[in-house]
């Protein structure tokens, strides 16, 4: 649907503000009006009630009922009243003229006689006329105000297009970007004037910006080569580790048969044999010493940090790559979370975690930090997905090495083992939470006071 253009909108706003103000001030007139009306009436009315009450005073005291029906019946004939009825204080009618109205409430005027109440006169206006007036004077107000509207709104309308949009529609044409930068023309409005140079310079930094995003995404994408670089590394270290520890007892075993044998070989060939055999033997556990010290994982450096604004770094530095393979990373805002750990290893685990996911074929992962929620007030960082989940058969065994859902030759299986070991070694806990759809993994934090 194409959007409407700037004409077409303030046509509409101005129109709808003018239909408003229209409305409103032809309802306050109108109110206005019958309200004043209504009170002259009523006005009206308690007058010629005071003047009953007055020319009445003598008929009531001499009961001289007749006079008192006369008077009723020339108040009748004078317009102004609808009803009216003179009562005695004990609520004996003396007389009365017109239809009471019902949904009025009636003047009521007291008759005195030396200072004595000796009755009361009750009138009711008839509120007909001043409706009459009323409409017909709104009728009048909102012929006027509709043709002061219709003037007020074509004549602004066609300022508001000479001077406004007529100069921006200029302006759109001068932002092509295949085009120069042209100079404002002269005679526009200063704030067109200000718009022009505000795009301008709006060019040059997004000129700017587009080359310092490129830039970092350059640094970002070389970040990620590392981080993948290291968790290979870190597996392969893994597997390494385990191999040398295997081969370290065998080896053993051979350089102990060979030293044994030599004194016992003589000269000749046999001797020159062992003799190989031990130097090899010797070799070969050097290499595997070697590969331990190169395999057993640096001591963690622990620190105090903001376990939330590290997921918010995360965060940022993965999106790209997880959204080239169609998943989304969301983290839940939080209060800063503080935590005693390795930054390095923390991201070390949340990559396993999120790539594992990714992998897996989840459309969302959702990293959220929760502090002193738990029995223990652990801080706790929760990685969850939207993936099919894990089989029933492997998660008793989750964090075991070599074991994987990974299809052969996709994956080692020892990614969650290793996540495991550098948790503990912070002195965190990873764990798996059953139940729910997707996977769901909680790095717990003990409290900063009772870490290592």
């Known amino acids: 649907m194409k959007p409407h253009s700037l004409a077409f909108r303030l046509t509409a706003y101005l129109g709808l503000a003018w239909l408003l103000l229209f409305l409103v001030l032809g309802t306050l007139v109108w109110q206005t009006t019958r309200h004043f009306i209504e009170e002259a009436q009523a ?15 003598d ?27 003179i009562q005695r204080t004990d609520g004996q009618v003396l007389g009365s003229t017109g239809q009471r109205l019902e949904n009025l409430a009636p003047l009521r005027v007291p008759m005195r006689a030396a200072d004595e109440v000796i009755g009361q006169v009750l009138a009711q206006y008839d509120p007909r006329p001043a409706s009459r007036a009323a409409w017909q004077l709104a009728g009048v107000t909102a012929l006027g105000l509709a043709l002061f509207a219709a003037v007020t709104f074509w004549a602004l309308r066609r300022v508001l297009l000479n001077r406004l949009v007529a100069p921006v529609a200029t302006l759109i044409e001068q932002t092509d970007p295949e085009r120069a930068p042209a100079p404002v023309a002269a005679g526009l409005p200063a704030e067109v004037a200000e718009l022009a140079a505000a795009i301008s310079g709006l060019r040059e930094r997004i000129a700017r910006h587009l080359a310092e995003a490129e830039e970092a995404a350059q640094e970002r994408n070389e970040a990620l080569r590392r981080l993948c670089s290291e968790q290979r590394l870190a597996a392969v270290g893994q597997i390494a580790g385990e191999v040398a520890h295997e081969l370290n007892t065998p080896l053993s075993n051979i350089l102990g048969y060979a030293q044994s044998a030599l004194p016992l070989a003589g000269e000749g060939e046999l001797r020159e044999s062992l003799q190989t055999i031990e130097s090899q033997a010797r070799r070969a556990g050097q290499i595997v010493r070697d590969m331990l010290t190169a395999a057993r994982a640096p001591a963690p450096s622990l620190q105090t940090l903001d376990l939330t604004e590290l997921c ?59 502090v002193g929620e738990s029995p223990d007030h652990a801080t706790r960082l929760s990685v969850s997905d939207d993936g099919p989940g894990l089989p029933e058969a492997v998660r008793s ?27 503990r070694e912070m002195g965190a806990e990873l764990s798996y939470v059953e139940g729910g759809a997707g996977c769901r993994f909680l790095l717990s934090f003990p409290p900063p006071g009772d870490g290592p």
Do not use: H, M
Not at 43 to 57: C, F, N, V, W
């Open 312 to 370: 918010a770094a995360f965060v940022r530095l993965v999106t790209p790559l997880a959204r080239k393979q169609g998943c989304g990373i969301v983290l839940a805002a939080g209060a800063p979370a503080r935590v005693r750990a390795d930054a390095a290893r923390v991201e070390q685990v949340l990559f396993n975690l999120v790539f594992n996911a990714v992998q897996a074929g989840a459309r969302e992962v959702r990293l959220a930090v929760a």
């Open 59 to 85: 008929a009531v005291l001499l009961r001289d009922y007749g006079t008192l029906e006369r008077y009723l019946a020339d108040l009748a004939k004078s317009g102004g009243l609808a009803w009216a009825q």
């Open 397 to 423: 065994r989750l964090f075991e090495p070599f074991v994987t859902t990974k299809p052969a030759g996709q994956g080692t299986g020892l990614g969650l083992a290793i996540c495991q070991r550098l948790a």
């Open 43 to 57: 006005d009206k009315a308690r007058a010629l009630a005071q003047q009953l009450a007055t020319i009445s005073l």
